[in-house]
T-cell receptor, first 111, second 109 residues
């Protein structure tokens, strides 16, 4: 059973397009996250949601809009894609005080 | 600030011990973590340590925490080629994790 899944695994698109990445977890966690890993492998949190409510928004451009239809899903929609958005995006879920479980990542390439 | 620093590379011979170091700045962190990332994969939690502990051992892994110096280390005994990966330390800041810069461990035969 996959704990945290993301689709698609790879996404190649042109500048200016709008795209979405989906994330689902079957661990029953209340909190889900989006992280961005850049080309130097630096990993930084973007958003977190707790039970469908936005908790953390780390000064991410407005072009990025997370959506949580229920607590098992946290999707990431990106408008007007830019070259600098190229990265690997990781979804994660966790309980409050212990561990976070990461998805396999979505490699986004903007050309 | 929230800076978690690690050395970028470590190369060891198979069978030797590896020690990966991390320094952090937030003294109020309650939990500190070590994650492993294999090529093309997500992050896998290896172990974590609560801030009131000095040491935690889990099979081949030993975590040492020096709160005074804000220094965390991960020792891997009998390093194997399958241990080759990027290792991230992370500190917990309320609901989010602050990750280190990652250490790429290369194990050669």
């Amino acid at each position: 059973d996959t704990a945290v899944s993301q689709t698609p695994k790879y996404l190649v698109t042109q500048m200016g397009n709008d795209k979405s990445i989906k994330c689902e977890q079957n661990l029953g966690h209340d909190t889900m996250y989006w992280y961005k890993q850049d080309s130097k492998k630096f990993l930084k949190i973007m958003f977190s949601y707790n039970n469908k409510e936005l908790i953390i928004n780390e000064t991410v451009p407005n072009r990025f809009s997370p959506k949580s239809p229920d607590k098992a899903h946290l999707n990431l929609h990106i408008n007007s894609l830019e070259l600098g958005d190229s990265a690997v995006y990781f979804c994660a879920s966790g309980d409050t005080y212990y561990e976070q479980y990461f998805g396999p990542g979505t490699r986004l390439t903007v050309t | 600030g929230e800076d978690v620093e690690q050395s970028l590379f470590l190369s060891v011979r198979e069978g030797d011990s590896s020690v990966i170091n991390c320094t952090y700045t937030d003294s109020s962190s309650t939990y500190l973590y070590w994650y492993k990332q294999e090529p093309g994969a997500g992050l896998q939690l290896l172990t974590y340590i609560f801030s009131n502990m000095d040491m935690k051992q889990d099979q081949r892994l030993t975590v040492l925490l020096n709160k005074k110096d804000k220094h965390l280390s991960l020792r891997i005994a009998d390093t194997q080629t399958g241990d080759s990966a990027i290792y991230f330390c992370a500190e917990r800041d309320t609901d989010k994790l602050i990750f280190g810069t990652g250490t790429r461990l290369q194990v050669f035969p």
